[in-house]
């Protein structure tokens, strides 16, 4: 059965204090790795999409990797408006999404 | 832009009530999905429409129907609400093998008592 595991569950950081999130999964025939933000009270809002091992796609102070087994979200010089809850899903061969259950990322001024 | 709207916001039912959560999107996407968010699990499916006219059970449909009443409405019903339909509810479109993803609405509180 597809899995997506997210770790940790909560991270609190300082400004500037860079960091990552880490995105397990297991999926029969990945079709993409999707990445989103959730603002308290909102809905999920679209960051990136990688498709292969080795692929990075980056915004602002946001880089997302991928490799075979897990993604990563990294974070360089956060701001307190980078806090939120940060969701990976993944999307199989057969079509099927799959989404983890978030890391929620606090940034103190 | 409007993208996806959700109507209503925030709702409170008393067990066996029923109630439709209504959904509409205005980006002429074909697929539409609702999922329900609970505190510890990620996004759950509970039906999904490919196109207009077709509907499918996702992971969690017991207690729920939907009607997709045209391409860009798609109405989530529960006909005996139970506390354990307490959560919150987000419906979603996108295009066939979109890269963009999938667009949300900003999603429905509901609590049943």
């Known amino acids: 059965e597809d899995q997506v595991t997210q770790s940790p569950e909560a991270l609190r950081l300082q400004e500037g204090e860079s960091s990552s999130l880490n995105c397990s999964y297991t999926v029969s025939g990945l079709r993409g790795l999707f990445w989103y933000r959730q603002d308290p009270g909102k809905g999920p809002e679209f960051l990136f999409t990688?498709?292969?091992a080795g692929e990075e796609k980056e915004k602002e102070r946001l880089k997302a990797t991928l490799t075979k087994k897990e993604s990563f979200l990294h974070i360089t010089a956060p701001k307190p408006e980078d806090s939120a809850t940060y969701l990976c899903a993944v999307q199989a061969a057969n079509n099927d999404m799959r989404f983890g259950a978030g890391t929620r990322l606090t940034v103190k001024p | 832009n409007a993208g996806v709207t959700q109507t209503p916001k925030f709702q409170v039912l008393k067990t066996g009530q029923s109630m439709t959560l209504q959904c509409a999107q205005d980006?002429?996407?074909?697929?539409m999905y609702w999922y329900r968010q609970d505190p510890g699990m990620g996004l759950r499916l509970i039906y999904y429409?490919?196109?207009?006219?077709?509907?499918d059970k996702g992971e969690v449909p017991n207690g729920y129907n939907v009607s997709r009443l045209n391409k860009r409405e798609f109405s989530l019903r529960l006909e005996s609400a139970a506390p354990s339909q307490t959560s919150v509810y987000f419906c979603?479109?996108?295009?066939?093998?979109?890269?963009?993803?999938?667009?949300f609405g900003s999603g429905t509180r509901l609590t049943v008592v």
């Open positions: 429409s490919a196109s207009e006219g077709t509907t």
């Open positions: 980006m002429n996407h074909n697929s």
């Open positions: 979603a479109s996108s295009e066939e093998y979109s890269r963009a993803g999938y667009t």
């Open positions: 990688l498709y292969s």
